[in-house]
């Protein structure tokens, strides 16, 4: 079996499912449901005996050695974090306490687990770590894209943390021989994703009636990839990629924000037209410009395309679609994750 770390989150929970989808080797879930973490994710797996769910904290040693004692996995991969931006402005200490201090406990455990290996099963092992490409900084305009060689120059609490577990991953590799497989990946959009990101939060808040708040001037870029496609990348790195390398994952689909925004109100016009017959683009309402905002992500994905022969299976055209027709269909999930602490946290970001 593998062991996943975060799979009730957004991308893991994608992960989870689409892998079960693909393959019949059970899956060890290992989610200390944070409020970004939802079993409700994982419902279509109530009875699969291939999936087993664990609630706990990759910062706890002793269950992370239970664990990986008891299940023998051939692999884990590592989704668990925190990952939105915003609240890592509003207070950095989780994200310290995850993705730095947590990843390290983690990798303890897996360091201890691996020593104890032998023979194929040493040889076979696989620690994939999954990272963002928030690690490299900002570009500006006419900048090539971040390759697997470019500096790290993290610039939010939330892409510093990132980079120093990315860091930790490389160091247990270099150091303890460590059998590791880093991904630094685009922006994901797609099916259960949290409605206090981008592209499911103007989804949301149009059909709601509210403003749909854009940052600064709009013209910020970010590098879109389907989760679908992140999913497929992760699962072919797992299969086939080089211990201590590191594979930049994205679609080529770089896009201003105001350009995404555009496209969803488009979107839900056709799909679910406003009583009364304006377009959503009349909600679009600029405001306070995030602190310390990267202007420009972009990813070169030539290596894992060569190397590994991966490809994403959706445009941005098809996947906004799908996403938007998913959230369409999913009333009952976006109401249900919009609980006391989503409302919360609304209110605290978007109070001016
Ligand atoms: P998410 O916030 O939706 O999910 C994170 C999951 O991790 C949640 O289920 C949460 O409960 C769990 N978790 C948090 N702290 C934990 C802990 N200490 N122990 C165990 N579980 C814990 O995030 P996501 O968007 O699904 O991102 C998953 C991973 O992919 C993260 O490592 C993120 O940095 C990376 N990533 C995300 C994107 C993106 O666009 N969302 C892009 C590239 C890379
Ligand atoms: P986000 O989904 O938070 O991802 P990240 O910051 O990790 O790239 O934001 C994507 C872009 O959208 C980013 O440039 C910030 C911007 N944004 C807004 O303009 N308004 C919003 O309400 C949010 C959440 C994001």
């Known amino acids: ?99 730095i201090v947590g990843t390290f406990h983690l990798l303890e455990a897996v360091r201890g687990y691996f020593g104890k290996l032998e023979g194929a099963a040493k040889t076979n092992f696989r620690f994939l770590h999954v990272s963002t490409d928030e690690v490299y900084g900002s570009l500006a305009p006419n900048e090539p894209c971040f390759t697997e060689k470019h500096q790290y120059e993290p610039n939010s609490p939330y892409s510093a943390s990132k980079a120093a577990s990315d860091h930790l991953v490389r160091a247990y590799h270099h150091t303890y021989g460590l059998p590791v497989l880093t991904t630094n990946c685009s922006n994901n959009y797609g099916p259960y ?40 990348a992760i699962r072919r790195v797992l299969e086939a990629g080089k211990p201590g390398e590191t594979y930049n994952v994205g679609g080529w689909n770089e896009k201003p924000n105001v350009e995404i925004v555009n496209t969803i109100c488009k979107l839900l016009n056709e799909l679910q037209p406003r009583a009364d017959g304006k377009s959503y683009a009349e909600q679009i309402t600029y405001v306070t410009d995030r602190a310390g905002h990267d202007r420009r992500y972009a990813i070169d994905a030539s290596k894992i395309e060569k ?46």
């Not at 991308?11 to 939802?38: C, M, Q, R, S």
């Not at 994982?42 to 609630?55: C, P, T």
């Not at 499911?200 to 989760?227: C, E, F, H, S």
């Open 1 to 99: 079996m593998i062991l996943v770390t975060g799979g009730a989150g957004f991308i893991g929970a994608n992960f989870v499912l689409d892998w079960l989808a693909a393959h019949d080797e059970p899956v060890l879930n290992l989610d200390k449901l944070t409020y970004a973490g939802n079993l409700e994710n994982l419902a279509s797996l109530a009875n699969d005996k291939r999936h087993v769910f664990v609630q706990g904290d990759i910062g706890d040693r002793a269950l992370m050695d239970a664990l990986l004692t008891k299940h023998q996995p051939r692999a884990v991969v590592n989704f668990a974090a925190e990952s939105h931006v915003d609240r890592s402005i509003h207070g950095p200490e989780d994200f310290i306490q995850t993705n």
């Open 307 to 352: 190397e590994l022969g991966w490809k994403p299976a959706e445009t941005f055209e098809s996947g906004i679609q799908k996403t938007v027709a998913w959230y369409l269909s999913h009333a009952d999930w976006v109401a249900n994750v919009q609980n006391g602490s989503y409302r919360e946290w609304v209110n605290k970001q978007y109070a001016n």
């Open 193 to 232: 994703h949290f409605p206090e990101k981008l592209i499911p939060l103007m989804i949301v808040n149009a059909l709601a009636g509210k403003n749909l708040p854009i940052y600064g001037d709009g013209q910020q870029i970010r590098d879109w990839l389907y989760v679908k496609d992140h999913a497929s």
